[in-house]
């Protein structure tokens, strides 16, 4: 997984080197809590900290954004001729 997106009042952040099933177990273990704070990335590039307050009501989605498929691997040992 490249990253998980989060959409958060309106606005995008980000969480890297985590799984969509342990982000959903936090947020739901937030919400049963009455509330918590999730950490993610404000913004592209520069990375920024920003805590975002989960709990009952809050609307959140997040948005898991696959690794770019993989291009197979040339085999090395086909030569291409000319015309």
Known sequence: ???IDIIYG?????VGGRTV??????????VADNGGWLTANDGEG?????????????PIAIVPIPDPP????????VTSLGP
């Open 1 to 3: 997984m490249k990253r």
């Open 10 to 14: 309106g606005q995008l952040f980000s």
């Open 21 to 30: 099933e342990g982000l959903t177990r936090e947020i739901t273990q937030a």
């Open 46 to 58: 520069e990375r920024r900290e920003a805590l975002l307050f989960i709990g009952p009501g809050v």
């Open 70 to 77: 993989q291009e197979p691997e040339a085999d090395a040992s």
